[in-house]
């Protein structure tokens, strides 16, 4: 496929999963709108009108809960029963928490990583590139900011009550990479109770090799169960969910959505009290991020504080620091080598040199099973982001050209067999055709400034 090509068709895939505001997931596997698939999705939808991007976040917003947590699934009210599980009807119950918000849509009660400001802030820049909508785009941020604040204010303090910079989590769903080794360990301290009998829909759209096993869902229900039992109060939770761990990728997209937040207050001229509130959050999740580094690894580890201990894996979100752009010289340049070696993208038998979710000499390691080594193109991007950022302007060529041939199939495929190269999960994922078109942009946005 041509670039044009590629284009076109990530355009019609973002039309089809458009319902009207606000944009589903998938077409089949994830009919519902997704946290942090929306931010990506609106720096995609930017560039085919930023008017459009602004209503992406808007619209997920307007579920917001009252302690600030978007939610990380609202669901799709024509979405019928058989089609998502667990549904509408199975969160339904957290709809009465006391933070909930009123109204005929259900949302989850957990949340995912806080992509959000970045997206946000995005719009405007494109806008600016383009030179068009940038008022519109302005008002937009004055309308978003607030609840932005707020969001980042209920991660902060009601995910991080330590005050470490760190943002905690109470079910893998919150990190965005379920099955990851990162949380195996954690996950298998659960002890499962009785969890209702259900039936798993994902089973019927994709190869079971492709996703969770039992044994995971059976842990990710109950956490459920145990998470809806509390009314979703995070001080309950803080006290009895039976998985909490500090996330190091959540925390180290929060740094940065910090840094956009810092610039869409100066552009919205907001108060000097929140500017310093801002430098605070981003600080104390640069420090915290520096707490969790693993001299073994050359990465950076996640945390289980039920256990009390690292939880020590080699996945993409051991390059958290480099995500977050912050850190020692001698780390960053560390996970630069891993990155490069053969525990990451230099490895030989590779289909192409991009980062698998986990290293495949990490004992979890599955070529096929969704966050337990495929690659996906949205954390490609993520990290090719970073890369622009921290100068590494060669290094982020090469991802993006690389990402891009591996998306020439025209799959949009929701990740890659990292050896052969295969479209595996989704087929037509929403993330995927966004960030092939932030790529493609022709308006220069997408080389920011470092
Ligand atoms: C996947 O997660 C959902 C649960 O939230 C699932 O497997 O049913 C993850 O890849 C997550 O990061 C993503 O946001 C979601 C929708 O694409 O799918």
New binding site residues.
Partial sequence: MRPEDIIARAAAVLRENDMGGWTR??PT??PHQ????SAFIAIGLAHLDTGRAAGEIRSLTEHQWENGKIP??VFNPDAPPES?FPGPEHWASAANAPDAPTGPATTSGLC?PPVHALAALRILRIAEARGEGVAEARTFLGQIYPKLLAWHRYLATARDPEGSGLVTIYHP?ES???NSPRWTPALERVEVGEIPDYERH?LGHVDPSE??TGYEYDRFIWLVEVIKETGCDDDVLYEECPFLAKDVLASAILVRANEALLEIAEVVDAPKVDWATLRAWIEQGRAGLEECWSPDLGLCTDYDLRAGEPLAARTIAGFAPLIAGTGREDHLRDLLRILDSRVFTGNPDLRWPLPPSTSPHERGFRPRS??RGPVWPVMNWLLWWSLQRSDERKRAARLKDYSLTQLSDGRFG?YYEPFTGEALGSDD?S?TAAVALDWLAEDGSGEEPV
Avoid at 34 to 37: G, I, T, V
């Fill in positions: 997931a998938s596997l994830y997704w946290s942090w698939d990380h699934i998502y995912q769903w965005g990479t379920d994902d996703r969770p969704y966050w929701e994922q993330w």
